[in-house]
C-alpha cells in the first residue's frame, strides 16, 4: 500500500515550522496594532449607521401612522355625512306621521344618529390630535438625524484619514502573513488560529521567559524547558494552551543571571582574624582605663 505524501510543510524540520510561526505571530500582532490604532472608531460608525437607519425607520411609521389617522379621519366624516342625511329624512317622515308611535320612533332614530355624529366628531378630534403628535415627532427626529449625520459624516472621515494612513501597511504585512503560512503545517497553522482567537492578547505562540510561559506567566518545569530548547516537537502551555519556543529561536538574547560570588577560603580566614584582633586591641584598650 502506498504511504501518504507528506505536504512541504510536514517535509521541514519542526525548527523551521517554530520560526515560521514565530515570524508570522510578529506580523499579526503589528496588524492587531494598527487595528488598535483605529481604535473603537469603525464601531463608532457602525453603530451610528445603525442608529440612522432606526431613525429613518421611525419616521416612516410615523408617516404610515398619520395616513392611518387621516384615513380614519375620512371615514369618520363620511359617517357624520351619512348621520346628517338619514336625520333629514327622519325629519320630512316626522312631518307626515300617522300616530304617536312613529313619532317616538322617528325621534329616537334622530336622537341616535345625533349621538352618532357627535361621536364621530370626538373621533376626528382625537385623530387631529394624534396627527399633531405624530408631526412633532416627525420634526424632532428628523432634528435628531440630521445630527447623527452630521456626526457620522465626522467619524467616517477621521476614520479614512487613519486607514489611508495605514491601509499600505497592513496590506503589505497582510501579504507576508499569507507568504508564510504555506511553510507551516495546516494542522499547527489550524491550532494556531485558534489559540490566538481566544487568546485576550492575540498571541498564538510565546517564548519562555524569565523560566516562565511568556503567555500567561505560570512557571515552567526544567526538564519541559529542556524539550521546548530541543525544537523536536511542538509543545504547548499546559496552562493557557499556547505554543512555546525559546528566546534563541525567537531572536531574543536569553537572560543571564550572574551567579552571586561566593567569599574564597582565603578572604573568610582574613575576615576571621581581622575580628578577633579588633576584639583583642578593644579588651587592651578596657584595661588600660
Known sequence: MATPTKSKAESLSVESRLKSLYKLQTILSEIDRIRFVRGELPFEVRDLEDQ???LHTRIEKYKSDIEELNRKSVAEQNHINDARRQIDIYREQIDNVRNNREYDLLTKEVEYQTLEIELAEKHINEYARGVETKTAEIEATEAELVDRNHILDEKRQELEEIVSETKQDEEKLR?????????ID??????????????????????????????CFNRIPPQRQMEIKMHKKIIVCEYCGRIMIDPELAGIKPEVQAPAEKPSRAKRAASKAASARKAIDEKIADAAD
Not at 489550524?190 to 516562565?212: D, E, M
Open 52 to 54: 440612522i437607519e432606526g
Open 186 to 215: 495546516e494542522r499547527t497553522l489550524t491550532a494556531f488560529k485558534r489559540i490566538r482567537k481566544n487568546a485576550r492578547n492575540g498571541l498564538g505562540i510565546v517564548y519562555i521567559q524569565r523560566n516562565a510561559c511568556g503567555g
Open 175 to 183: 501579504a507576508e502573513a499569507l507568504a508564510l503560512e504555506p511553510k
